[in-house]
C-alpha cells in the first residue's frame, strides 16, 4: 500500500481518510467507534481501534492484526450482484480473488434495493473467511469485501457485525420507534404472533415450537405450535420442556446479582478474593480478573469447545471449568473485542453456587443455588438442570438434518456432555417457566406477592452496556441489549443440538417473550420473531415474513452446494488409508470403525458416520455426516511419518496423531 505525503492532500476527519486521487492515505486509528462515510457518501461506523485507509479501490478498514481486511468498493453499474463483487474483488486485489462458491440474497432492507451474499472457495490449510456482500441502490453497487484471517474475524466479529450492519446508501433514514407508544399484546395481535411463529416454524422444518407473551402485568399466552417430536401426534404446550442452553448464562449472572444486592460480592472484587483457587492464563491476567470478567465475554478469551465437543461426558467433574480455564489465556485486552466463551460463564455459576454452598462439590452447589434462589422464588416447577428428569416428563425431542437434509431425531450424547459446564448452558425449562423468568426480568426483581427478589440496581447491572456485538447491540453480563430500532430489547439466545432459544425483554412496552425450538433450524426463526414481535408492537415495515423467507431459501441453497462437495459414503481409498485411533492430548482419542456399510468416527461423548471432500488444494477432509454433529471437518495427512487428523476452530488446532488400538 502507498502512502501519500499529507502536505499534498490528506485530510483526517473523524479518524478516517478522506480521499484524494487514487492512491492510499495516511492512516490513523479510531479513538471510538466513529461514524463515518465513503467518497460516494456510502455510511459506515469505524469501529474503535480500527484504521481506515483510501486506496484505488476505495475504503479499506484494518483492525489492530494485520491479516484481516475490509474493504468497502463502489463499483457503480453491475449485471447482478455476484458481477459486481467480481469487479470489486479485480479492483481491490487484482487477479486475486478466490473461485467463486455459492450466492445467496438477502431481503432489501437499510435503503438497499437489493443485497447478494458471495462466498469463495478455500482449503481448511489456508484458515480464511473470505465473502463479498453486494448492496444496490438505484443502480449503482456498493460491495463489502471481508479477507483475512478466520481466527482474527471470529475474534472481531462484533466490530465486524457494527461495518456490516450500519452500511446504509447516502441519506437514508433508518426506522425507530423512539417516541412511538407500544399497542398492547391483545388478543388479535397474539393471534398474528402465534400465525406467523406457525409458518415460520413450518417452512423451515422445525416440529415443534414453545411460546409465551407477557404485556399488560399478565400473560397473554403460552403454549407453542407443533409437535415434541416428528411422526408424533403429542403437541407442544405450555409445560412442555426444552432444553434452553445459553439462556441458562443469565441465571448465573442472576445468582452472582443476589449475591452484590446481598453485600456479600461486589462487581469488581478480584475473583481470586472470592475463589482463591481460581486462575486464567498467567499471573498477571489472574490478578486482573473482576467477578464482572466473568460473565463480560470482553476479556479476549476465545471460544474453547472443542474440549467440550470432543473429550467430556456427563460424569466429567465440574471442577474441570477451572483447570481448563488455567491454562488458557487471553488473545486480546480487556474491554477490547467481544470473544463468546464458555467455560468463564460456567465459572461464574459455580463461584456464585460456592459462595452459597461452599461445603458442596461446586456443580450440586450450582443446581441447589439455581433452585432455591431462583427457580423455587419464581414458582418455575418445570425447569431443572437433570436430563433424566427432563427426559422422564413433559419434554419436546431435539431434531436435526443429515448429510442429504433428511429430518432426523436426535441423540442427547452431545447435550448430556455439557452437565460439566452446565451453568454456561445446561438447563431445561418450558414456555410458561421461562415467561415467568422474564417476568421478573422486566419488573425489576418484584415478585409477585411485593417483596423483591434482590435489589434493582443488581439485576439492572447485568445489562450495563459492554463491548459491542454490532451496530447498537451489545453484551453486558449474561444478557444482550439489541437497540438497532432506538427502542431496546433485553435477550439472550440459546443454542444446544437440536435446541434453539431466545428470551426477550422490551421494557419501554411492558412486553415479555420467549421461543423455544426443538430444531437446529431454530436460528433462522429466533431473530425475525424478535422483528415481528416489533412490528406488531410499533406497527413497524413488515419485514420479518421476508426475513424467514430468504432464511428457507437460503438454507437449501448451501445444503445443496455443500452436499455436492461431498462424497458419500466416502472415498474407499481415502478410507481405507486411516488409522483404527488416533489421539490428541487436550482431545482424547478418535477411533475408525467399519459399522454395516459405513465408516464411522468415535469420539468420547458422541460417533458419527463419515464422508470425505476433496479440497481445491489436493487435500483430503473427513466429514462427520449424523444429524446430531454435521459438519465437524478433520483434514487427512501425515506428520514424522505418522497419520494425523488435523481439526480447527476459529483460533485453535488440534492434531490427532495416529496411536497403538
Known amino acids: 500500500m502507498k502512502s501519500w505525503s499529507l502536505s499534498i492532500c490528506a485530510i483526517l476527519l473523524c479518524s478516517v481518510a478522506v480521499i484524494c486521487n487514487q492512491t492510499a492515505l495516511a492512516q490513523a486509528t479510531a479513538a471510538a467507534d466513529t461514524p463515518s462515510s465513503t467518497t460516494g457518501k456510502?455510511?459506515?461506523?469505524?469501529?474503535?481501534?480500527?484504521?481506515?485507509?483510501?486506496?484505488?479501490a476505495g475504503i479499506v478498514l484494518s483492525p489492530p492484526e494485520s491479516d484481516l481486511?475490509?474493504?468497502?468498493?463502489?463499483?457503480?453499474?453491475?449485471?447482478?450482484?455476484?458481477?459486481?463483487?467480481?469487479?470489486?474483488?479485480?479492483?481491490?486485489?487484482?487477479?486475486?480473488?478466490?473461485?467463486f462458491k455459492l450466492a445467496t440474497l438477502r431481503p432489501p432492507r437499510n435503503g438497499w434495493d437489493e443485497q447478494m451474499v458471495v462466498d469463495y472457495e478455500s482449503s481448511p490449510n489456508e484458515h480464511l473467511d473470505l465473502r463479498s456482500i453486494a448492496r444496490r441502490k438505484g443502480d449503482g453497487w456498493t460491495v463489502l469485501i471481508l479477507d483475512g484471517s478466520e481466527a482474527t474475524s471470529e475474534k472481531r466479529s462484533g466490530a465486524i457485525g457494527q461495518i456490516n450492519q450500519s452500511l446504509r446508501p447516502a441519506g437514508y433514514q433508518r426506522e425507530s420507534f423512539v417516541g412511538k407508544t407500544a399497542h398492547p399484546l391483545d388478543e388479535t395481535r397474539v393471534a398474528t404472533l402465534i400465525d406467523f411463529v406457525q409458518k415460520g416454524a413450518a417452512d423451515l422444518k422445525i416440529p415443534g415450537v414453545g411460546l409465551a407473551l407477557y404485556s399488560g402485568g399478565k400473560i397473554v399466552y403460552e403454549g407453542g405450535v407443533g409437535v415434541k417430536e416428528a411422526g408424533k401426534s403429542d403437541r407442544v404446550d405450555a409445560h412442555t420442556r426444552f432444553m434452553i442452553a445459553s439462556n441458562t448464562k443469565s441465571m448465573a449472572t442472576l445468582l452472582l446479582a443476589k449475591l452484590v444486592s446481598e453485600g456479600r460480592l461486589g462487581w469488581d472484587d478480584p475473583v481470586t478474593k472470592v475463589y482463591p483457587s481460581f486462575r486464567l492464563g498467567n499471573d498477571a491476567t489472574t490478578k486482573s480478573v473482576l467477578i464482572r470478567h466473568l460473565v463480560c465475554a470482553c476479556t479476549g478469551l476465545p471460544r474453547k469447545d472443542m474440549e467440550w465437543l470432543f473429550s467430556t461426558t456427563p460424569q466429567t467433574p465440574a471442577a474441570d471449568t477451572f483447570k481448563q480455564l488455567a491454562t488458557t489465556q487471553p488473545t486480546s485486552k480487556f474491554g477490547e473485542a467481544f470473544q463468546y466463551n464458555n467455560l468463564m460463564a460456567a465459572a461464574a455459576g459455580y463461584v456464585a453456587?460456592?459462595?452459597?454452598?461452599?461445603?458442596?462439590?461446586?456443580?450440586?452447589?450450582?443446581?441447589?443455588?439455581?433452585?432455591?434462589q431462583i427457580w423455587n422464588p419464581l414458582d418455575m416447577r418445570d425447569s431443572t438442570m437433570s436430563m433424566k428428569t427432563a427426559l422422564a416428563a413433559d419434554h419436546a425431542s431435539p431434531h436435526g438434518e443429515d448429510v442429504d437434509s433428511r429430518l432426523t431425531i436426535l441423540p442427547q450424547n452431545l447435550n448430556s456432555a455439557i452437565a460439566p459446564y452446565r451453568p454456561a448452558g445446561g438447563a431445561w425449562s418450558s414456555p410458561h417457566d421461562m415467561i415467568l423468568y422474564m417476568r421478573n426480568e422486566l419488573e425489576e426483581g418484584l415478585l409477585p406477592n411485593g417483596r423483591q427478589l434482590l435489589s434493582k440496581e443488581a439485576l439492572l447491572a447485568r445489562r450495563t452496556r459492554g463491548v459491542p456485538t454490532g451496530e447498537d447491540i451489545w453484551y453486558g453480563m449474561g444478557l444482550e441489549e439489541n437497540a438497532r430500532w432506538g427502542v431496546s430489547v433485553i435477550h439472550h439466545g440459546g443454542d444446544l443440538a437440536g435446541y434453539h432459544s431466545d428470551m426477550y425483554a422490551i421494557p419501554a412496552a411492558g412486553v415479555a417473550a420467549v421461543?423455544?425450538?426443538?430444531?437446529?433450524?431454530?436460528?433462522?426463526?429466533?431473530g425475525?420473531?424478535?422483528?415481528?414481535?416489533?412490528?406488531?408492537?410499533?406497527?413497524?415495515?413488515?419485514?420479518?415474513e421476508g426475513d424467514v423467507a430468504a432464511a428457507v431459501k437460503r438454507v437449501a441453497a448451501e445444503s445443496a452446494e455443500y452436499r455436492s462437495k461431498l462424497t458419500v459414503p466416502g472415498d474407499p481409498k481415502v478410507l481405507a488409508g486411516l488409522a483404527p485411533r488416533y489421539e490428541n492430548p487436550d482431545l482424547g482419542p478418535l477411533q475408525i470403525k467399519q459399522k454395516g456399510n459405513a465408516t464411522r468416527i468415535y469420539a468420547t461423548p458422541w460417533d458419527s458416520a463419515i464422508v470425505t471432500r476433496r479440497n481445491d488444494d489436493g487435500t483430503v477432509s473427513l466429514i462427520t455426516s449424523d444429524a446430531e454433529l454435521i459438519g465437524i471437518e478433520l483434514l487427512v495427512g501425515i506428520q514424522n511419518g505418522k497419520r494425523t487428523l488435523t481439526l480447527r476452530d476459529g483460533q485453535h488446532v488440534y492434531i490427532f496423531t495416529e496411536s497403538p488400538s
Not at 87 to 93: E, K, L, N, T, V
Open 42 to 56: 456510502t455510511t459506515y461506523i469505524l469501529p474503535e481501534g480500527w484504521m481506515a485507509a483510501v486506496t484505488k
Open 353 to 372: 453456587a460456592h459462595l452459597y454452598y461452599p461445603d458442596m462439590e461446586v456443580g450440586a452447589a450450582f443446581d441447589r443455588a439455581v433452585q432455591e
Open 528 to 544: 425475525p420473531f424478535m422483528r415481528r414481535l416489533l412490528e406488531v408492537l410499533y406497527d413497524g415495515k413488515p419485514e420479518a
Open 515 to 526: 421461543i423455544l425450538t426443538n430444531a437446529d433450524n431454530g436460528p433462522y426463526l429466533r
Open 69 to 99: 481486511k475490509i474493504a468497502i468498493v463502489e463499483v457503480g453499474k453491475a449485471v447482478d450482484g455476484k458481477a459486481a463483487a467480481a469487479a470489486a474483488w479485480d479492483a481491490y486485489r487484482p487477479g486475486k480473488a478466490h473461485p
